[in-house]
């Protein structure tokens, strides 16, 4: 299954990275050019960038779509078909991990963030692109997890890459703020 992943065209390292990590996983994956305009808060071109893709996997009437932020990190050589394989037959989103929110028998029934890794069910794409601009769209969709079928891989599969962060501003390190789960793990990439 293809992996669409966002990328800032001035984020070439995390590009460059990410493809050698990627291809060592033996993934398939297309890079989309993620919105950067410097007039808008950060959180409004990171919800543009997912929508993007999501609107592509609608006008071409795929069943599901997996997307991926350039930060990505899968915990080791197997987590890729873990995910895949572990994939439940009814979802509306099923991520590959979460940093927040509470869990209870795999789906996620109160907020969450983190949105480095996931698959969204086109039954659920009229509902993530009716997300407000004008917030964060991991916040958005965390206030309506109660309502919906969001699911989380377990153990988790991946995690964000310690880096730079757009959204905050600053030097991120996203192992700090991760909710203590154990990542899956087989031979360590």
């Not at 297309?30 to 410097?38: E, S, T």
């Not at 907020?111 to 964060?136: E, R, T, W």
């Amino acid at each position: 299954m293809l992996i669409n992943v966002i990328n800032l065209e001035r984020r070439v390292a995390r590009k460059v990275s990410l493809k050698e990590h990627l291809d060592t996983m033996g993934c398939t994956y297309k890079f989309w050019q993620g919105f950067d305009n410097p007039m808008v808060m950060p959180f409004e071109n990171i919800s543009r960038s997912h929508k993007k893709i999501v609107e592509d996997a609608k006008e071409n009437n795929l069943e599901s779509v997996l997307v991926a932020e350039d930060d990505l990190r899968f915990s080791c050589k197997n987590s890729f078909q873990y995910f895949l394989q572990n994939k439940p037959t009814e979802f509306d989103l099923y991520f590959g991990m979460i940093y927040t929110g509470t869990i209870q028998d795999k789906k996620i029934s109160h907020g969450f963030s983190g949105m480095q890794f996931y698959c969204i069910h086109n039954s659920f794409y009229d509902v993530f692109l009716s997300a407000p601009a004008k917030k964060h769209i991991d916040s958005w969709l965390g206030s309506q997890a109660h309502r919906y079928n969001f699911q989380v891989c377990e153990p988790f599969v991946c995690y964000g890459k310690s880096g730079y962060s757009d959204n905050f501003n600053r030097q991120w390190t996203f192992d700090e703020s991760r909710i203590p789960r154990n990542l899956l793990k087989d031979d360590p990439i």
